[in-house]
């Protein structure tokens, strides 16, 4: 059984930083791209980051430059570091896998939402405020 289980949100104010962990279970994640989508009141879901099974990573551009994602192989878990956080950034957060080509491109697609995941996680708040 396929689970992706999110940890680390909650409230934290602008300009400080955000670590968010997904612990994954039932699949390779050598075969998966593992990434962070987010959804903020009223918006559509937006692709955050993605790291393949390869080890590659990929970012869009609201976070690119203050964000940094790994993975943590003898946990199975990915992580999300979002530095100079703003009130934007408000979201909930979701982790979500793909089974795609362990190739660049694909996590660009993923991102860019232009191609879909196969499993979610539940989903964790993060508020950006003072």
């Known amino acids: 059984q396929v689970q992706l289980v999110e940890s680390g949100g909650g409230l934290v104010q602008p300009g400080g930083s955000l670590r968010l962990s997904c612990v994954t279970s039932?699949?390779?994640?050598?075969?998966?791209?593992t990434c962070w989508v987010r959804q903020a009141p009223g918006k559509e879901r937006e692709g955050v980051s993605c790291f393949g099974g390869t080890g590659d990573t990929y970012y869009a551009e609201s976070v690119k430059r203050r964000s940094i994602m790994t993975r943590d192989s003898a946990k199975s878990a990915v992580l999300l570091r979002v530095d100079d956080l703003k009130p934007e950034d408000t979201a909930i957060y979701y982790c979500?896998?793909?089974?795609?080509?362990?190739?660049?491109?694909?996590?660009?697609?993923?991102?860019?939402?232009?191609?879909?995941?196969?499993?979610w996680g539940q989903g964790i708040q993060v508020t950006v405020s003072s």
């Open positions: 979500a896998a793909a089974r795609v080509p362990p190739a660049f491109l694909w996590l660009e697609k993923l991102v860019r939402g232009e191609h879909d995941y196969d499993y």
């Open positions: 039932g699949f390779s994640p050598e075969k998966y791209a």
